[in-house]
């Protein structure tokens, strides 16, 4: 077993790095840290994401897409910054529901646009009392002719002040009274919805709202098919997501690593430099620990499931192990830089604010360590 990159792997990480030192970084150093980017900054970073196929990844080349593997995704990703991370992931992982869990005309109507980033897309699942149980969703659409009627409300959804199109989950009636879960694809320029944006401790430019659907009319022809490739569906989007999410944790803990060795390089106490006292070497030893096993927990689940190996309990603790890591990570790095770890200036306590906030979507730490739990044991935790 190999475990260095390939050249190819690593031609990918080096243009993901030299896009965001391009063209990332400036938007994100040009705009207030604390509110979320404007939209036309959002969509010149997708266009540039386009370019390196990040904006449809999963999606087969046949389909208009990347097709990458995962752990190839994971790598570019991993070196995007966890504030755009947090954009991208949702737009990219929306575009993929829509190629694998919609009909041909609903892909043509709305993918091409996403693909080359010029339409920002998010999926809307969770709800004011509907959280870790998507299942529970009360968001309901009603049939009135040829539209469909939407009502409910939705919580913490990732893009929705921005996005041109909104993937929402919702429950429609059956025939016979009973309800079922349904997929509804809502575009904006033809069905009005309120978007109230969430003031958030951290990853503060990333946009996250609140979401109204007072009566939203919506085209019939916007209902997501019942069949679809559901299993590929469910595989390449919850389950990939996890480590995705983990990597988001590792690129911050890494950068927290590079910045409390060179501290420690630099920073004096008792006419020496901190880095020789050996309190302060097992600090840096532990962040090492945690960011390389943080990585490599999160590669071997997205390896996994380039295998196409059931990978729910690897992809769980993938995301849980590695977010919990690099939060210790990080607070050990800010107690490396003394008083100058909490300043605002140095950035290390928003290093510290955005991984804390990673740890809820695509799974709290319960869930995952339940959903992992359910793997080891073949009993469900959440349903008798
Ligand atoms: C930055 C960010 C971005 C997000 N983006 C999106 C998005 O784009 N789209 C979207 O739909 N949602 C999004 N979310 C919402 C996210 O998916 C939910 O917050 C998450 O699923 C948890 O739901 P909740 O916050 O309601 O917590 P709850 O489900 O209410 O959980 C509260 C606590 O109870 C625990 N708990 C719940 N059930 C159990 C159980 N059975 N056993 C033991 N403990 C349990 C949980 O672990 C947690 O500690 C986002 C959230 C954040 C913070």
Not at 90 to 115: K, M, N, Y
Not at 207 to 224: I, K, Y
Not at 352 to 378: F, N, Y
Request: aromatic share 4%; with cysteine; glycine share 8%.
């Amino acid at each position: 077993m190999d475990l260095s990159l390939t050249s190819e792997q690593q031609l990918m990480v080096d243009a993901a790095k030299k896009m965001v030192d391009r063209h990332i970084q400036p938007i994100l150093a040009a705009n207030d840290r604390d509110r979320p980017l404007p939209k036309a900054e959002i969509l010149k970073i997708l266009a540039k994401a386009a370019d390196l196929g990040l904006t449809a990844a999963r999606i087969p080349e046949e389909g208009g897409g990347a097709g990458l593997r995962m752990l190839d995704y994971g790598l570019m990703a991993e070196q995007i910054p966890p504030s755009v991370a947090l954009i991208l992931q949702p737009h990219e992982a929306t575009s993929a529901r829509i190629h694998f869990g919609c009909t041909p005309e609903q892909r043509e109507r709305f993918l091409p646009d996403l693909v080359a980033g010029r339409k920002i897309a998010c999926t809307a699942s969770t709800e004011p009392d509907v959280g870790s149980d998507p299942r529970a969703v009360k968001t309901v659409a009603t049939e009135d002719g040829d539209h469909l009627v939407l009502k409910g409300r939705k919580q913490w959804i990732s893009n929705a002040t921005v996005c041109d199109v909104m993937n929402v989950t919702c429950r429609m009636a059956n025939p016979d009274g009973s309800t079922r879960l349904a997929r509804i694809l809502v575009d904006r320029g033809e069905s009005s919805f309120e978007a109230r944006e969430l003031d958030m401790m951290g990853l503060r430019q990333a946009p996250l709202a609140e979401v109204l659907f007072d009566s939203c009319r919506v085209p019939r022809r916007n209902l997501c098919p019942d069949t679809g490739d559901t299993a590929r569906l469910l595989t390449l989007t919850w389950l990939a997501n996890r480590p995705l999410v983990g990597l988001m944790a590792v690129n911050l803990a890494q950068k927290a690593l590079d910045a409390a060795r060179s501290y420690a390089g630099v920073r004096k106490q008792f006419g020496r430099a901190i880095g020789s006292f050996q309190l302060i070497q097992q600090d840096l030893a532990e962040i090492e620990t945690a960011v390389i096993s943080s990585r490599l927990v999160c590669y071997n689940a997205l390896a996994a499931i380039d295998r196409g190996e059931r990978a729910n309990g690897l992809s769980a603790m993938a995301k849980r192990y590695s977010v919990d890591c690099c939060d210790r990570a990080v607070a050990l790095a800010m107690r490396i830089h003394g008083a100058m770890g909490l300043s605002r200036e140095l950035g290390l306590e928003q290093i510290a604010r955005d991984v804390r906030t990673i740890s809820i979507p695509d799974g709290t730490p319960g869930i995952l360590m339940l959903i992992q739990g359910r793997e080891l044991t073949g009993i469900d935790p959440f349903r008798s």
